[in-house]
C-alpha cells in the first residue's frame, strides 16, 4: 500500500521485535510449505517454491526452517491451506486488501471481519475494491546491487515495466504474469533479489488524515498479527507530515 512500507517501521519500532520476527517467520513458513505441496519440493523446478525459499532468505529466516517446512509438505502430515482475498473499505474510505492462508475458512473470515468493523471500516465482497489496483511483480535490490543506470539498464533487458531507484535501493516493477522470467533475467545480471513479490499496486490514492491513518495502522497492525493473514495491501495516500507526527507517537 502507499505508506505500508513506512507503517511497517512504524509497527516494529513500537513492536517488540522477537514477536515480530516470530510472525514472520510463521508466514513465511507456511508459503514455504503450501508452494512445495502444490508442486515439486525442488526450488529450480517450482517458480512458487523458489519465490517463497528466495523472500524466506531475504528475511534472514535460518535455513533449517526453511528446509523443516519443504520437509512439512513431503511428509503428508501438513494442514491443507487455501488462498483466500478478502477485500474492504477501511478507516477514511481507503480500499483494503488482504491475503490469507488458512485451514479454516469460517474462522478467518470471522476475524477479518471483526477487525474491519473494529476500526471503522467494513468488509465487502470479492472483487469490491481489486477492480481499483493492478497486479504486478515487484523485485527489490539493496542499492549495492549496481548503481541506477546499471539496474535499469538490467531491467529493460529482463522486459521489466518500471524501476525506482533512491539511497535505499532499487524496486523493479513487472507484469504479474512475467515475475518468474523477468526476477531470473535480473538474477543472472545482477545476482539474487532482496525480495521478489506479488504485490496490489493501486490505480488511484485516497488521501487520509491522521486520526484515519492512525485508525488504519491499527487495522493494518491487527490484521498483521494474525497468523492466517500473509499481506495487506491498501490504497491510502499519507503525507510525509502525517507519517511523521505517526512516527513521533
Partial sequence: MAGHSQFKNIMHRKGKQ????SRLFSKLAREVTVAAKSGLPDPEKNPRLRLAVQNARAENMPKDNIER???KALGGDAETYEAIRYEGYGPGGVAVIVEALTDNRNRTASVVRSLFLKYG???GETGSVSFMFNRAGEISY?????TADTVLEAAIEAGADDV?????GHVITCAFENIGEVSSALTAKLGEADSVKVVWRPQTLTPVDQEKAESLMKLVEALDEDDDVQNVSS???????????LSAA
Avoid at 539493496?142 to 549496481?146: L, M, N, R, T
Fill in 18 to 21: 522477537d514477536a515480530i520476527r
Fill in 69 to 71: 517446512a519443504i520437509k
Fill in 121 to 123: 471500516g467494513n468488509l
Fill in 142 to 146: 539493496k542499492a549495492s546491487a549496481g
Fill in 164 to 168: 525506482q531507484s533512491d539511497a535505499s
Fill in 235 to 245: 490504497n491510502a495516500d499519507i503525507s510525509d507530515e502525517v507519517m511523521s507526527r
